[in-house]
T-cell receptor, first 113, second 113 residues
């Protein structure tokens, strides 16, 4: 099992460019999440998907959109990147049942110039 | 958005020493999780706590779910060089389901030679 995988590992964008971050999990988990991590901060929730076909906003959703493509895949899109979106982005998944232990991918390091 | 109050921010210790860190919140959480993050990697789950008062061990790690459900602590006994990293506490408000986690800002553990 690969667990949670993310692509790309690194990305540099210019202000105004768009891009999609990809995430996939092979643990048959129902729920998937996108977090961002900024220096000196813990992780903050951007969006999550409780199950296939549903998505909900988290703490910091502005400037992002998500798509739960199928049970395995959950993508995060930046339509018009801004320097404030420079961050490390982590995808996570969980069974969605009691306890909700979340398992994280290796992250995507995004720089917006 | 609320973040958990995690302390200390950083710890400089000698190899072999015991380590203690904690998280507090003004809100009740129904699940507490402790993660470790190495440089350039995603967080890795260390211990999960589900009941108030619960004390759980994982090798040299011991964590407790505070009786008020507003705090948790993590102890590491007899530290070794590979314990270096950032430790995060995370809380889940709901008893189950797919809610996102609320994270502390992390404790940097540095082991001095």
């Amino acid at each position: 099992n690969a667990g949670v995988t993310q692509t790309p590992k690194f990305q540099v964008l210019k202000t105004g460019q768009s891009m999609t971050l990809q995430c996939a999990q092979d643990m048959n988990h129902n729920s998937m999440y996108w977090y961002r991590q900024d220096p000196g901060m813990g992780l903050r929730l951007i969006y999550y998907s409780a199950s296939e076909g549903t998505t909900d906003k988290g703490e910091v959703p502005n400037g992002y959109n998500v798509s739960r493509l199928n049970k395995r895949e959950f993508s995060l899109r930046l339509e018009s990147a801004a320097p404030s979106q420079t961050s490390v982005y982590f995808c996570a998944s969980s069974s969605g049942r009691a306890g909700n232990e979340q398992f994280f991918g290796p992250g995507t390091r995004l720089t917006v110039l | 958005g609320q973040q958990l109050n995690q302390s200390p921010q950083s710890m400089f210790i000698q190899e072999g020493e015991d380590v203690s860190m904690n998280c507090t919140s003004s809100s009740i959480f129904n699940t507490w999780l402790w993660y470790k993050q190495d440089p350039g990697e995603g967080p890795v789950l260390l211990i999960a706590l589900y009941k108030a008062g619960e004390l759980t061990s994982n090798g040299r790690l011991t964590a407790q779910f505070g009786i008020t459900r507003k705090d948790s602590f993590l102890n590491i006994s007899a530290s070794i060089p590979s314990d270096v990293g950032i430790y995060f506490c995370a809380g889940l408000r709901s008893g189950g389901g797919a809610d996102g986690l609320t994270f502390g800002k992390g404790t940097h553990l540095i082991i001095q030679p």
